[in-house]
């Protein structure tokens, strides 16, 4: 036995159906996380730049003065070989 999909208008209608409930319920939920995010204030940018510089303005004291040295990547170990290679 065979079945062959075929499109009724009553399966048009409920693919419509749940095309437009979704888009609803996805406006639903964005118009909530929207109004959450609405009730928190914004961090202000001055003071959180404030509060991460570190002691002596980020100034390296060493050198006296000027940006602290670049870091530099850490090296990789080489890969070891197999008996077959």
Do not use: H, W
Request: net charge positive; glycine share 10%.
């Amino acid at each position: 036995m065979e079945y062959r999909f075929s499109l009724t208008p009553r399966l048009i209608a409920l693919a419509i159906f749940s095309g437009v409930a979704m888009l609803v319920l996805l406006f639903a939920l964005g118009y909530q996380v929207g109004v959450s995010m609405a009730e928190r204030p914004a961090p202000d940018a001055i003071d959180n730049a404030a509060k991460r510089t570190p002691p002596g303005g980020g100034q390296d004291q060493r050198r006296g003065g000027g940006p602290p040295p670049a870091r530099r990547p850490a090296r990789c170990r080489p890969r070891k070989r197999l008996r077959n290679e």
